[in-house]
């Protein structure tokens, strides 16, 4: 079974996103890196880059296949995480801690954007009847 994490926000697209203040924190699912397998690349997007809820942010290469990212709420790119690009493995070894993806600041209330997602539960149950 996936880890699932109380206190995130979720995707369809199994992103999961925690507010940081300002700022939201995004990754991808203990549930999609196991589906992904071994993870050997991370594309990032540029610091700065504005993005809208359910935009594409990058992608994420596997020894199985090649997927976009999406990002799950809107904002401006703040940070990446550029260990990535010389350890994309962190993804697979740690989803919800050193393998974050990208922080971006929301307009408004960071909380509120990431209460507007899947709850833990809800994902559980969307990833039951994948």
Sequence with gaps: ???????????????????????????????AQSQLGDIVFVEL?????????????????????????????GGRVVQVNEELLDAPQKVNEDPYGEGWIIEIEVDGDASAEVEGLLSAEAYAAFIEGK
């Design 45 to 73: 997007p540029e610091v700065g880059m504005k993005l809208d809820a359910n935009d594409a942010m990058g992608t994420i290469e596997s020894v199985k296949t090649v997927s976009d990212l999406y990002c799950p709420v």
């Design 1 to 31: 079974m996936s880890e699932i994490k109380a206190g995130l926000g979720y995707s369809e697209e199994h992103e999961w996103a925690e507010a940081r203040g300002t700022t939201v924190r995004i990754g991808i699912t203990d549930f």
